[in-house]
């Protein structure tokens, strides 16, 4: 008998270090994506798994308006400093909430996040410093990214963010591309959803503005220092 629930409690533990080792993913539509493009044993993804994909995501979430959080993208740290080198990774995923990114991220690349118009979040994102163009265009709801770190803003980075929270970095540099802050109706710029931005001291490095930079955002304010800038449109 003693033998018998030793033996027992030895299958329990072995389950339970097997079913451990997978990640779990909170999203069931993104687990079974990830299971069939990812899973080295066709039965889940393991942290290794994850780490071993470096050939970004190749499409596998594009415009999929099923997909509501993919917070277990931080386990994908092999896919390099670019988040998705792929372009457009998860552009028109309309139902998507939130996003964890890998720690070693420091750009979001083009198209990213473009059309996700149920984003509010995207956490990890304290190293980021480029935000490629179109990489959070439209994404109106977001309301939580850090940009504290941020130095260049290209074409249409953040058109139609509303700027939610929005944090500036103080060593701004390269240009500010053409509609980077911009918003497409004239409706939004009274929005009590717009948070104001104080531009003051932050763009001293600077060398370019180009057009509609700021376009019907009214809630971006401040003194912009332009010594630096060579090109202004």
């Not at 079974?32 to 290794?48: E, F, L, P, R």
């Not at 415009?63 to 509501?68: D, K, M």
């Amino acid at each position: 008998l003693n033998m018998s629930i030793f033996r027992r409690r030895l299958l329990i533990a072995a389950i339970k270090q097997t079913v451990s080792k997978y990640i779990k993913f909170a999203d069931s539509v993104v687990a079974s994506i990830c299971k069939t493009a990812y899973s080295s044993d066709g039965i889940g993804v393991t942290t290794a798994d994850a780490a071993a994909v470096t050939t970004s995501f190749l499409g596998n979430f594009k415009s999929n308006a099923s997909i509501t959080s993919f917070n277990e993208a931080v386990y994908f740290t092999g896919i390099g400093t670019a988040f998705d080198s792929t372009q457009g990774a998860f552009e028109n995923c309309t139902a998507l909430t939130e996003v964890t990114l890998p720690m070693q991220i420091t750009e979001i690349s083009i198209n990213t996040f473009h059309n996700d118009t149920a984003l509010i979040a995207v956490y990890n994102g304290n190293n980021v410093t480029h935000l490629d163009s179109n990489c959070f265009y439209n994404c109106t709801g977001l309301t939580t990214f850090n940009t504290g770190n941020v130095t260049i803003y290209d074409t249409m980075a953040l058109r139609n963010t509303y700027n939610h929270n929005l944090t500036l970095s103080n060593n701004i540099s390269g240009s500010l591309s053409s509609y980077a802050f911009a918003l497409d109706s004239s409706s939004y710029i009274n929005s009590s959803l717009n948070d104001t931005v104080d531009v003051t001291g932050k763009f001293t490095g600077v060398t370019g503005i180009y057009e509609y930079c700021f376009s019907r955002n009214n809630k971006i304010y401040g003194a912009l220092d332009l010594t630096s800038a060579t090109v202004v449109k």
